[in-house]
């Protein structure tokens, strides 16, 4: 294996582990992505196919967490403290 696959398999379960220790959501896209560039390396990928790979599966995961996790919350019936005043507008 490459040193490559090492540093990506060191920040994959950095990552993971971080997610898992403070309870969130925001680290645990990076350590999928990560893992998809630690398994790039693996079947003989270029680093910049690795890095590539890194970016899009992170950011793509970030988008798909985090949008479901605040749409309920800022939604315009919702039930936080943000719809507070819009459900009596209706």
Do not use: C, K, Q, Y
């Not at 379960?13 to 693996?42: E, I, K, N, Q, Y």
């Not at 967490?65 to 507008?89: I, V, Y």
């Amino acid at each position: 294996m490459h040193v490559w696959f090492w540093g990506w398999l060191v920040v994959a379960v950095a990552a993971a582990a971080l997610s898992a220790l403070t309870r969130d959501r925001s680290a645990a896209p990076f350590a999928v992505g990560a893992a998809a560039a630690a398994a790039a390396d693996a079947l003989g990928g270029s680093p910049s196919l690795e890095w590539i790979l890194f970016i899009l599966v992170s950011g793509v995961v970030f988008v798909a967490l985090n949008r479901r996790a605040r749409r309920a919350r800022h939604a315009r019936d919702g039930s936080g403290r943000h719809s507070r005043g819009r459900t009596a507008e209706r």
